[in-house]
């Protein structure tokens, strides 16, 4: 293993006995993280599997946006970013595998095979679909089985693990890479939009879909990508963004969208943007 805090691990799998692979990563932030600066992996594809939150992720010309239980594949030799925006709150992982079959098959696999699945995976890489619930389990599992010594029956499940995980990722990729929102998904949508200036419960939003307060919770954040309150205040500084540019007063920005207080709307603008109101706004202008 590599780089391991407590809110980002990385395993370097060559040395740990799994030939063709490169890095597999997770990191789970609780808060903004600096850019992720324009970089490219030779020869090497990648795939981000986001479980919460949301990451944003510039390829070229194309700006893509991540969010919960969405997967991305990441071309060999593609230059990428996190843009102009910060490494997000929320939680990711991430597997690279070489393309050159001189570093070695998949699985021990022949080489025809193992060639075989990665170029099919390759074919859907730039574009985001959705993942299957099941992955976040078997990423995990993944994490266990490489934190222990790696034996002989160590290695044999890993490898289980990572032939199942590319698999389903193979077969999610197949599908349509548009996802269609379901009408819930929209009047929950519509009225946030609308009611973004004042404090939105949780319970009012359960009504709206006839769901209990528990069972919405959970439904929420299969569907958003985050909890409610999460969900609510990142749009609630998105927002704010905005009015900071045309209102000269931050608190009467932190009040028009429902924060109890100027210094609570200051925290938690920073917490979701790396920054303070007064000191984006100065950079806005210096810009």
């Given at each position: 293993m590599q780089n391991q805090t407590k809110k980002r691990r990385v395993f370097h799998l060559p040395s740990l006995g799994y030939p063709r692979f490169v890095d597999f990563g997770h990191y789970h932030y609780r808060k903004v993280e600096p850019i992720l600066e324009s970089h490219q992996h030779r020869d090497v594809l990648e795939i981000c599997f986001c479980i919460r939150g949301q990451q944003y992720y510039e390829l070229g010309e194309s700006l893509l946006k991540l969010k919960g239980n969405d997967i991305l594949i990441i071309p060999p030799n593609q230059a990428h970013?996190?843009?102009?925006?910060?490494?997000?709150?929320?939680?990711?992982?991430?597997?690279?595998?070489?393309?050159?079959?001189?570093?070695?098959?998949?699985?021990?696999?022949?080489?025809?095979?193992?060639?075989?699945?990665?170029?099919?995976?390759?074919?859907?890489?730039?574009?985001?679909?959705?993942?299957?619930?099941?992955?976040?389990?078997?990423?995990?599992?993944?994490?266990?089985?490489?934190e222990v010594e790696q034996s002989t029956l160590v290695q044999l499940t890993t490898n289980q693990i990572l032939v199942q995980l590319l698999l389903e990722t193979l077969a999610l990729s197949k599908a349509t890479p548009t996802i269609v929102p379901s009408e819930r998904c929209k009047v929950i949508d519509d009225f946030i939009a609308t009611n973004l200036h004042r404090i939105i419960y949780v319970d009012e939003l359960a009504e709206l879909v006839n769901f209990s307060t528990a069972y919405f919770k959970s439904w929420f954040k299969q569907h958003f990508g985050a909890p409610p309150k999460a969900y609510i205040n990142r749009l609630k500084i998105e927002r704010a963004k905005l009015e900071l540019l045309k209102t000269n007063s931050i608190t009467d920005v932190a009040y028009n969208l429902g924060f109890s207080t100027s210094q609570y709307f200051a925290t938690t603008f920073k917490k979701y943007t790396g920054i303070s109101p007064k000191g984006f706004r100065a950079q806005i202008e210096k810009a």
């Open positions: 970013s996190s843009g102009v925006y910060p490494e997000d709150i929320g939680e990711l992982y991430w597997l690279q595998i070489h393309m050159d079959h001189s570093k070695g098959s998949l699985f021990h696999l022949p080489k025809e095979q193992s060639d075989y699945l990665i170029a099919a995976l390759g074919k859907n890489a730039g574009h985001i679909f959705k993942g299957a619930l099941g992955q976040k389990n078997l990423l995990q599992k993944l994490v266990s089985q490489l």
